[in-house]
């Protein structure tokens, strides 16, 4: 057996080994969900109604059989574009079009993420317009999304262009350690979208206005105060237009940095909840979760440019997924396999870094009974719960893969815990 023919082994085990293990998870977490749907969890009895609880178990149990179509298709349109020959026809035609230049590697990728985002594309539809819409979490029109897809488009070309060519013209020009240097411009243009998405980016989307005067904004600047964090904006966004979902984020970095308040957020919660709320977003910061995390994925892209530029110069790679290279290396090709295989063998990975993120959670929520309420914190997170139709009962399993954040009982009993210290 030769290198290609065991790498493609290898890859189909892990492939299929991958979409088994998801629907194994799926599996549990709708039983668990299903087997609690008719109480309401003694933690949340008298928070959380019936009939709210039920709604998010009918919700969360939809989602995830909506999320197993989406994986049969995504795992036949990987099968399709490796071993049904469609990266192979993409790379011949365009190499028959444009060549073999950094002009023609860019077209080969446009071509293949233009394809795979119009498989999305229906998907993305139904999901907003049938289940959000039936849940009562979709506000957005036809009209508005259309607007988001054509701008997300727009705005992926002027981003995506020049890092792209950036990337492939430093990999034809600086030699045997060109993924370094390929790296460096990466992480450049990840820090330089990140400065300019406040400003520039997220206005295109949504309506940014000041957090009016009054008691939030007196007790919000009071926390901010008393915990050192300097903003450029306390903002509140129109995300009414799009969702019924609540939410806060902090963005930016530096002298850039802003407090996003959604409006959703505002209408439910009371000054003293979204002071807690903010709390904890202010404590990833202050506790440099985010930049743990960007260091953590600044320090996994540099193994992953590495190990592209390995790979890139393997024949059995490319013939292994169902690429021949009869007009010679393509690295846009290179690029796209690289695209596909990487979460394919990542996957068992997932509860390492659900397991950090949990954990940051955890220590932000500590930060948030420090600086605010704690009572109010947990009575935020309830109506969170209850808002979203975040499910009550996940299974153990299902969360280690899949849950950034802590599952609801026991992130209320850790509050309370830290309360009582």
Not at 134 to 147: E, I
Request: proline residues 4%; charged residues 15%; aromatic residues 16%.
């Amino acid at each position: 057996m030769n290198s290609a023919a065991a790498f493609e082994i290898v890859f189909i085990l892990f492939l299929f080994g991958t979409f088994v293990l998801k629907y194994y998870l799926d599996r549990r977490q709708v039983q668990s969900i299903l087997r609690n749907r008719g109480a309401v969890p003694l933690a949340f009895a008298g928070k959380i109604s019936l009939e709210a609880h039920q709604k998010a178990a009918d919700y969360s149990v939809e989602r995830i059989k909506f999320g197993q179509l989406t994986r049969i298709t995504d795992l036949g349109f990987v099968l399709i574009a490796t071993f049904g020959g469609l990266i192979q026809w993409i790379y011949g035609e365009v190499y028959g079009w444009f060549g073999a230049d950094i002009l023609a590697q860019i077209v080969i990728i446009l071509g293949y993420a233009l394809l795979s985002s119009l498989i999305d594309l229906p998907f993305s539809w139904y999901s907003t317009f049938r289940i959000e819409a039936k849940y009562g979490f979709n506000t957005t029109t036809p009209a508005r999304f259309v607007k988001d897809l054509l701008l997300s488009g727009i705005l992926s070309l002027i981003l995506g262009i020049p890092i792209l060519s950036a990337v492939l013209w430093i990999w034809n020009a600086a030699g045997a350690f060109w993924w370094f240097w390929a790296w460096l411009a990466y992480i450049f243009f990840i820090l330089a979208v990140q400065w300019i998405y406040p400003t520039f980016i997220a206005p295109l989307f949504n309506k940014f206005t000041p957090l009016p005067e009054g008691e939030l904004k007196s007790r919000l600047e009071g926390l901010l105060s008393r915990i050192g964090f300097a903003s450029k904006a306390l903002s509140v966004m129109d995300a009414s237009k799009r969702s019924a979902k609540g939410n806060a984020y902090m963005t930016g970095f530096g002298k850039n940095k802003r407090i996003v308040l959604f409006d959703t957020l505002l209408s439910k919660m009371t000054p003293e909840e979204t002071e807690a709320v903010l709390a904890h977003e202010l404590g990833h910061y202050k506790l440099h979760h985010i930049y743990k995390m960007m260091a953590f994925s600044f320090i996994f892209s540099l193994l992953f440019f590495w190990i592209l530029s390995v790979l890139a110069e393997c024949s059995w790679f490319y013939e292994g997924l169902g690429v021949n290279l009869s007009h010679g290396a393509s690295h846009g090709v290179a690029l796209i396999l690289f695209s596909v295989a990487v979460p394919v063998f990542l996957f068992p990975l997932a509860p390492l870094t659900s397991l950090f993120s949990r954990k940051h959670e955890f220590e932000a929520d500590a930060f948030a009974v420090r600086y605010s309420s704690g009572s109010a914190l947990i009575s935020a997170l309830v109506k969170l719960f209850s808002d979203n139709a975040a499910t009550l009962t996940p299974d153990p399993l299902y969360s280690a893969f899949y849950s950034s954040h802590p599952d609801a009982a026991i992130r209320i009993a850790t509050i309370q815990k830290e309360m009582s210290k």
